[in-house]
């Protein structure tokens, strides 16, 4: 089992920065692949970044690549999400996950995940 807590959530004005952390306890961190989902009322979960085990891989949507890093440190069982430039489409509840298998795109591969936490992003 393993819980994750998201934070750094808020409201920023477009072109602006947040960062994002997911703080992890229970099994062993740096045994999953970790995640970031993002999901807007009435949309589908949509993948934003996903980083290997070890820290050597990472892969992003295209809708957030340049823009977006992930990034993780084993140490601290945390994942990060530095988010700039947002755009008022970015604005969603953002979700850490947990992956013991897969480093992939699809919600399904994830086993354990946050409860979120909410960016909204201003014009």
């Known amino acids: 089992q393993v819980q994750l807590v998201e934070s750094g959530g808020g409201l920023v004005q477009a072109g602006g920065s947040l960062r994002l952390s997911c703080a992890a306890s229970?099994?062993?961190?740096?045994?999953?692949?970790m995640g970031w989902f993002r999901r807007d009322p009435g949309k589908e979960r949509e993948f934003v970044a996903v980083?290997?085990?070890?820290?050597?891989?990472?892969d992003y949507a295209a809708s957030v690549r340049g823009r977006f890093t992930i990034s993780r440190d084993n140490a601290k069982n945390t994942v990060y999400l530095q988010m700039n430039s947002l755009k008022p489409e970015d604005a969603a509840v953002y979700y850490c996950?947990?992956?013991?298998?897969?480093?992939?795109?699809?919600?399904?591969?994830?086993?354990?995940w946050g409860q979120g936490t909410q960016v909204t992003v201003s014009s």
């Open positions: 996950a947990a992956s013991s298998l897969h480093m992939g795109s699809s919600w399904h591969e994830y086993n354990y």
């Open positions: 980083i290997s085990r070890s820290t050597s891989s990472t």
């Open positions: 229970g099994r062993t961190f740096s045994a999953y692949h």
